[in-house]
């Protein structure tokens, strides 16, 4: 169907493409006093219309008044013209119940026109106003027992006239008939330029009127598509006629169709019925696209939920890493700090031990562990090695001296010439050797000091000077 600008502006698009349909309801009826058309009419009319296959033990067979021409009471208006054209087309289309298509109960066999006045139509020409007829069965033999049992309470209650039949039709298109204030009526062909109407159509949520003029919605290109079996009747003369007076018979005379008096209740409008299944439907669908979403949305927080959780444990897993870290950090550092202190400790032990060899005596070991202390351990091995050479040309020095100094004490004593002569020339080679040794000693510790490289020669000089004013010094003071 043909949408106009208007009709989208108006956020009808949607709606008037899934209105394309319009299904009608009519009530039951049994009546047996009532007048039905002559078999040449009725010979005439259907043309081999009917029931084709009668007399079916497995089959129920019906008649109702499917379509009256006119404006009905949904706003809708069937046009003679259109509904001429299509009164062939209900024939073999489904019956279902309730409108919904995948629960089809039977369908249609037959179709024929009647004027009010119950006489079927022959001419080519139709009146302004018929109805139209369709004669249908409803399958009674079902192998499931719940259906079966089902179908034989419907025809049940079908026979005491506690259910409806509603018609099922397409259509195209569709124009607008517009009555007026004093009920005068015309034709408004829907364009781009009257489609501001659609909005005020009952079936697309309007009121049905406009500035004082009631406004319907006028079927074009109409197909009959079918029927369903309702409880809520809508159009007055669409009522179903007892089986036993069949109007498609040949002994049928003129058939009389009274409208069905109904509380205001029951006048349920065929186009709001069919709007609500149309509602239903979207509502439906909006619901599976609510469910999709939904199931998306899910789908989506389960994934940032279970990210979440990942990223959270990663987050504890590095935290703890990060802990147990620290931990063997602060234990490596306690262990290297017991390492430093266990091998300054043995340091400690063998410099003692080192120099106590080198024959410092014990009062002095501490200080000069301390002074040396940041001497490596090849230069105070150096500087030891340099103690015992000092302490024992210092020995030798004090042995010396007192050789000398017994030797002059002797000098002093009278001798005889001989041995005065050979006294005195020890005497003066022991002072020369007394001054060589000493010289000796100065230049050697000297040349020690010169010879080493830096930084072992400042600490050796510092070594030299340290000896001879505290530890060699202490050594001499035995001369």
Sequence with gaps: MKIYPQEILDGLSEKVQASASVALESEILIDSDMAHPNKEEIEKTLAG???????????????SVLVSTGWNKN????DAS????????PVDKQFNYM???SDIIGHITGSMVVDRNGNKIDSEEPPQQFDIITSAVLYKSWSNPELRERMSQLISEIEDGKWAVSMECLFSDFDYSVVSPDGGMKVVARNETSAFLTKHLRVYGGKGEYEGYKVGRLLRNISFSGKGLVNK???PRSIIL??????????TSNLLIEEFRMSDSQSVDSVEIEVEAAVASVNDELETIKA????????????????????TEMEESAATLTSELEDVKAKLADTSKELGDAKAEIRQMIRTAQAKDAGISEDKIEDTLAKFDVVDDEAFAAMLDLIKTQAHVSLEDAESCRVCKEQKEVAKEPVVEVEEEVVEEPVVEEAVEEEVIEDAEVEETEAALVDAPEPVQSGFASAAEFFRTSVLKTTKNLK
């Design 49 to 63: 219309y009917g029931f084709s296959n009668p007399d079916q033990i497995d089959l129920f067979y019906l008649n």
């Design 75 to 78: 706003d809708d208006v069937f």
């Design 82 to 89: 259109e509904a001429w054209a299509a009164r062939d087309t």
């Design 99 to 101: 409108h919904d298509e």
């Design 233 to 235: 009747p809508a159009n």
């Design 242 to 251: 007892k089986t036993e007076e069949d109007p498609f018979d040949d002994s």
């Design 292 to 311: 999709d979403h939904e199931a998306a949305v899910a789908g989506l927080t389960a994934t940032i939920a279970d990210r979440d959780a990942k990223i």
